[in-house]
């Protein structure tokens, strides 16, 4: 934050359009899970795509019906309220696209499933180290183009990694790898959708999707079992 505010606009905008692209890269690698031999093997070669598609549409129908992102977006407001004072409506909404996008990017993705899920079974932290070393950049990063809002999420960070860490110790082992990759194909379409809204193409309500995390391995299961 102190190296952005030293930043004119349009470098801070540039930063935000490389951390766009990045993550429409970091997308695209996340579904190429749907390849995976475990999760072909367990729903078929053809039924891959299907069982991402209908996690991602049925996610999205249950999230805009409960209204995850505008819930979310209130939670930052408020945080923003009473950390920030009242600002600018500009300053406002730059402070919850901050935390809203950081929360979204750093809890979607492949190392925090497997990172977390890996702690929880005490099997090692390598992998969560590797993605905190990642997130740290990205987070200096989203911090100098958008503010204070990006340090907050490290509150979503705790609560969701803190909840797959502990599914990981009850569960975790239980769980194939056809579901993990299920899981991570679905992120990766969210993980897309972030970037379409930094590159400001399309403001996707990436958060009304997030059951779909819950919906694709639950899908993989059912289809498995069939």
Known sequence: MLVGNRLPERTRSTVTDGLGLITLIVGVLNVMAIGDAAFAS????DWTLIVVLGAV???????????????LERVGGWLQARLTGDEADAERARFIEGYVSASLLFCVGP???????SDGLGTGIDQLVLKSSLDLF???AFAASLGLGVALSAVSVLVFQGALTALGAGFGSFMPDSTISAMTAAG???????????LRVRQVPVADMLPALALAPLITAVIAAW
Request: aromatic share 0%.
């Open 42 to 45: 367990a729903v078929g070669e």
């Open 57 to 71: 549409v049925g996610g999205g129908i249950i999230g805009s019906l409960l209204g995850i992102e505008p819930r």
């Open 111 to 117: 190392l925090t499933i497997l990172g977390s899920l």
């Open 138 to 140: 990205a987070s200096m």
């Open 188 to 198: 990766g379409v969210l993980l897309l959708g972030i970037g379409l809204r930094l």
